[in-house]
């Protein structure tokens, strides 16, 4: 035990700051760890965990339809949005418990409070009005999300906070932003039946993936009758008759809605923390900047997860929460691997993806080869739909390496972490074709590619 009251003290009981704080209490630490909203951070309370709740509920929307082609008939039905909200919350509340409990039962104490630095080694306490002191201090505070305050009106919209827990169904969303979230709520609520206006500053949807993601996806928003306006920001939002607003676009069209959604990313929360009073350097996001071992320009004060602005999800969180514990306190230094991390948009359909997109291997290897199909998943036969599953594979030409695989299509995430293992352990195009097919499934696709893809404009000038 050293002269301080902790060995440990984390701020922020997220994904990262969990992982972190219980390994090390595991590992025989003193962890202290503040939370000033619920336990479980913002996947599992207003992220990732009841988002993928929506989705399901999304999904059977559109399942109602196709199942008439496989003669169900569902007449008379409907959706109930306070239930959906009830059941979910009840499913978080549940987890919310086993989090503090797997907290408490490796020995860590748990302050349901804000806490501040007051120097590198002093936590305060605000709800009991009091420090502690800690020898090393995990920043784990995650992110928000935000919104444009220089638009007129900005604050009639709401963020993904709220929408866990609006009051009713809007009859039509206008949503802002082309990235995850707004591309995964603009699908949760179509599916469930409203009407949904995409607005994107940008030409292409998901701006960092590879180009044909984004086309797939922009043309499956579109076919599903999500309208998607690009190149066009919200000018100025208002309020009409009763609930109703109006969206002013810089393009100059207007448009009538329920609900406003701002989707526009999401910021380092590290305003007000004492951080930089403390000495801790933050980048120009107010991201907390650390060095490979999470640790920031003050030797003692950590930070892990969406705070340091790395790669904002989850798993990695937890391998950064996991990395400090393992080099801190159980004498075994870990570093995080951010090489072929899989990633997943739950739209719908999903997508996912690992590796390299086509752009970027081209700008980093002087051959790239790729292999790509585009066709209307048999399950799809019968239900009418003209859902389509985009796959591709982005080849080293040179030595035959997987570099990346993207696909847009039903179970694209859950197809993605397996390939992710091929991809990340270096296998090639050869050992992809080598493995027997497994008949009948979408997956099959992806080791029975045996053609080159050649653009058409050098098809033309052979
Ligand atoms: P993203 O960074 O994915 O997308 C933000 C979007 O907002 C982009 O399309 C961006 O445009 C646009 N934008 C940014 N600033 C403005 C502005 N001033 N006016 C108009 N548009 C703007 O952020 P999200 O909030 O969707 O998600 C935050 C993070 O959370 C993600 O990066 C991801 O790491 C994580 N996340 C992961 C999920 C998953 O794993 N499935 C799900 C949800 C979130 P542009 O592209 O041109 O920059």
């Not at 959706?79 to 978080?92: G, S, T």
């Not at 989090?99 to 501040?116: E, H, M, P, S, W």
């Not at 963020?159 to 009859?171: C, Y």
């Not at 100025?236 to 609930?243: H, L, S």
Request: proline share 3%; aromatic share 8%.
């Amino acid at each position: 035990m050293t002269k301080y009251d902790y060995d440990l003290f984390t701020i922020g009981a997220g994904s990262g700051g969990v992982r972190a704080s219980r390994l090390a209490a595991s590992y025989g630490a003193k962890v202290g760890v503040a939370e000033e909203y619920r336990v479980g951070g913002t996947c599992v309370i207003r992220g990732c965990v009841p988002k993928k709740f929506l989705v399901y509920a999304s999904e059977y929307g559109h399942g109602y339809h196709h199942a008439r082609g496989y003669g169900w008939s569902a007449d008379n039905v409907s959706f109930d949005w306070k239930a959906l909200i009830e059941n979910k919350d009840n499913e978080i509340d549940r987890l919310n418990g086993i989090y503090i409990r797997n907290l408490k039962n490796a020995g860590a104490d748990i302050f349901q409070t804000r806490a501040t630095l007051k120097d590198p080694h002093t936590v305060h306490l605000e709800a009991e009005d009091r420090d502690v002191t800690a020898e090393r201090i995990l920043i784990a505070t995650g992110g928000a999300p935000w919104t444009d305050e220089t638009v007129p009106g900005h604050d009639l919209g709401v963020t993904s906070n709220e929408a866990f827990h609006l009051d009713s169904l809007p009859g039509h969303v206008v949503v802002a932003g082309g990235g995850y979230i707004a591309i995964e709520f603009a699908c949760i609520f179509k599916g469930l039946g409203c009407d949904v206006c995409l607005v994107y500053r940008g030409e292409d949807i998901l701006r960092h993936f590879d180009a044909d993601i984004s086309v797939q996806l922009h043309a499956e928003l579109q076919r599903q009758g999500i309208r998607v306006v690009t190149q066009n920001i919200f000018e100025k939002i208002e309020k009409t008759d009763g609930e109703k607003k109006r969206v002013h676009l810089s393009g100059g069209d207007t448009i009538e809605t329920n609900l406003v959604f701002w989707a526009v990313g999401r910021k380092p929360t590290t305003r007000g923390l004492g951080l930089e009073e403390a000495g801790v350097e933050l980048d120009k996001n107010g991201a907390v900047k650390v060095n490979e071992n999470s640790q920031s320009s003050v030797d003692n004060i950590f930070a892990v997860g969406d705070v340091t602005d790395r790669v904002n999800l989850t798993p990695v969180a937890i391998r950064e929460g996991a990395a400090f514990a393992e080099t801190y306190y159980n004498d075994n230094p870990t570093q995080t691997d951010y090489r072929f991390i899989p990633k997943a948009v739950f739209s719908q359909p999903p997508v996912g993806t690992v590796g390299y997109s086509e752009q970027d291997a081209r700008h980093e290897f002087d051959n790239v080869d790729i292999y790509k199909t585009n066709f209307r998943a048999m399950k799809h036969m019968l239900t009418g739909s003209e859902e389509r599953v985009m796959m591709k594979l982005v080849v080293d030409g040179d030595t035959d390496r997987v570099l990346g695989c993207h696909i847009v299509g039903e179970d694209a995430p859950e197809m993605i972490q397996c390939i992710a293992i091929a991809v990340k352990a270096g296998l090639k195009k050869k050992d992809f074709d080598d493995t027997v097919a497994l008949h009948p499934t979408i997956a099959e696709e992806l080791v029975t590619m045996r053609e080159k893809f050649v653009p058409s404009d050098e098809k033309l000038s052979r």
